[in-house]
């Protein structure tokens, strides 16, 4: 009997261990309206942000936990029922290890949407990376989360985000209804000005300050994107203006340019 009561007592405490290990907490997801940092520092060493692989997922798949608790995002503002916590990317975007970039495991919509989770105070805020948009062309341009070297993450030709110090830049759209509609080519080479390329000229944004430059491309240009990023190579370059920012222009004085420029 008193093996019995042992062992009772054992699956019990398992049990609540078990519960206690998978309990989650759900959080609604702010706007992101202006240009935000998120390096923040932990107010005590429990204040951590882990990821975990989810066990049996395929394709592979994410939660993320604060403490010992899973996070869940809400994904519907009017709907607390409408919620996950499976991501298909978790990513650290800073030094401190304070912000996570993640994008759900959700293809019910245009593209999974894009949620940075960030420590604040002693707890977490979500905010959203989503700006409506009525592009008509923003199922091929609409394409998430995509690392851009070193310099950070462009998500949706609508934020970018600079890697180590987790800021956070609205970039300035061509239209304010919608969203750039354009292929992402290339950095300048400070790491500050994302070129696109939208039909053919180049739309070009300077993220810190939202100042903007539109150049119109010359000759006879490839057509595809490979060709396109060859034929710029041999005939822009990057060049600064009177506030030193810098912008791709057409090299009309046969200027030698050195690829390190596109790199």
Not at 50 to 75: A, G
Not at 97 to 104: I, P
Not at 109 to 121: D, E, F, M, Q, T
Not at 123 to 129: A, C, D, K, N, Q
Request: aromatic share 10%.
């Amino acid at each position: 009997m008193k093996l019995f009561l042992y062992a009772l007592a054992l699956i019990t405490l398992s049990v609540g261990c078990n519960k206690k290990e998978e309990q989650t907490k759900t959080y609604l997801p702010r706007i992101l309206t202006k240009n935000e940092g998120f390096n923040r520092y932990p107010e005590q060493k429990s204040d951590s942000l882990t990821i975990y692989n989810v066990v049996n997922s395929n394709p592979q798949q994410f939660s993320v936990r604060f403490r010992d608790t899973i996070v869940r995002i809400q994904t519907d503002a009017s709907d607390k029922s409408k919620s996950s916590d499976k991501f298909t990317s978790a990513q650290f975007i800073n030094t401190q290890k304070t912000c996570l970039l993640v994008q759900l495991a959700d293809s019910t919509g245009l593209v999974a949407p894009s949620y940075l989770i960030s420590l604040k105070g002693k707890g977490l805020e979500v905010i959203s990376l989503y700006r409506a948009s009525s592009g008509s062309q923003d199922q091929k341009f609409s394409k998430g989360i995509n690392r851009v070297g070193a310099a950070g993450y462009l998500v949706d030709n609508d934020f970018f985000i600079t890697n180590v110090n987790a800021k956070v830049y609205l970039l300035k759209r061509q239209n304010p209804a919608e969203r750039i509609q354009g292929q992402f080519l290339l950095m300048s080479p400070d790491r500050q000005t994302a070129v696109f390329l939208v039909q053919r000229s180049l739309y070009q944004v300077h993220y810190p300050s939202a100042e903007v430059s539109t150049e119109v491309l010359k000759g006879d240009v490839p057509q595809d994107i490979p060709g396109v990023y060859a034929w710029i190579q041999n005939n822009y370059s990057f060049q600064k203006n009177k506030k030193s920012i810098s912008f791709l222009k057409y090299n009309d004085d046969d200027r030698i340019v050195d690829i390190k420029e596109f790199k």
